[in-house]
Each structure stands twice: as structure tokens, then as C-alpha cells.
């Protein structure tokens, strides 16, 4: 499953400086669960087919990032960034999303603002997650030598 909304903290009054704005909310966790069993590998993917925008129109395109393992990836319209994958030990879920509120995790959707590029009001954007079924590493040994 994946949230419908995410909620960023950003303050009425926008900083004149380049300015990291955190998640504060989600409407549900992001969580997959994988019942193919023992070994299998997947992937999720994100990207936003609508930019940031303003009710008047005015588009933030370059505002929404996400940081993982200390690399920030900007998510742009149209281009999948890669977030999470692992191969599959159990039926048990992952919940991606519960990384995001871990201090102790630098991990998660922020969204960054230019000074002077915001204005005041609200905005919407969407965010596209895709799960992908993504072929394992075999690593085996030649028997013809």
C-alpha cells in the first residue's frame, strides 16, 4: 500500500535561503508485502508525474527530493529513482515508510525550497510509486574445468 497524501512542515513564512523543508505526515505507511517466496527480489521505484504547483499555476519542479543512505535524489517528472530493493526471507511486511520518522535514519521524501521560488498558499503535486519484480544475482560455480 502507499499513502495518498504526504504533509510537509513548511512554515508560513518561507526562509530567504535555500531551505530543507521535513515530512511531518503521511496518510498511510508505504508497505509491500511479497508471498513469492523465500529469494525472490523486487524494487520500488518513485517519481513525480505532477511537479509541485500552486493554485495559480506556478510549478515547483525541482522541490521534491528523497534521502537515502546520506544521498539526496531529486524527483523529477518522469524519471524513476530508485528507493528501496532487497530479495525477499519472509511474508512478513516492509514498511518503507517507517524509516522515514527514525531519527536515527536520515531516510525519507523532504521537499527543498530556493529562496524567493515559493508562494505563500498551498500546493499539490503526485507522486507515482512503482514496484517492480527485479531478477536475482545467482552466484554459482563452472563444473567443466
Avoid: C
Avoid at 101 to 107: A, H, I, M, R, S
Wanted: negative net charge; proline residues 6%.
Amino acid at each position: 500500500s502507499a499513502p495518498k497524501e504526504l504533509n510537509f512542515e513548511i512554515p508560513a513564512k518561507i526562509s530567504s535561503k535555500k531551505q530543507k523543508y521535513p515530512l511531518i505526515s503521511t496518510s498511510e505507511q508505504l508497505k509491500v508485502k511479497d508471498l513469492r517466496g523465500n529469494g525472490s527480489t523486487w524494487s520500488l521505484k518513485v517519481k513525480m508525474s505532477q511537479v509541485l504547483t500552486h493554485s495559480s499555476g506556478r510549478e515547483l519542479p525541482d522541490a521534491v527530493h528523497y534521502r537515502d543512505n546520506g544521498v539526496d535524489q531529486q524527483l523529477a517528472l518522469n524519471v524513476e529513482a530508485l528507493i528501496y530493493d532487497t530479495t525477499t526471507f519472509s511474508t512478513e511486511e516492509v514498511v518503507i515508510s517507517d524509516r522515514w520518522n527514525n531519527p536515527l535514519e536520515d531516510t525519507g521524501p523532504f521537499v527543498r525550497i530556493q529562496p524567493g521560488e515559493a508562494l505563500k498558499g498551498s500546493y499539490s503535486g503526485v507522486i507515482q510509486w512503482s514496484l517492480q519484480d527485479v531478477p536475482g544475482t545467482s552466484v554459482g560455480m563452472d563444473n567443466d574445468e
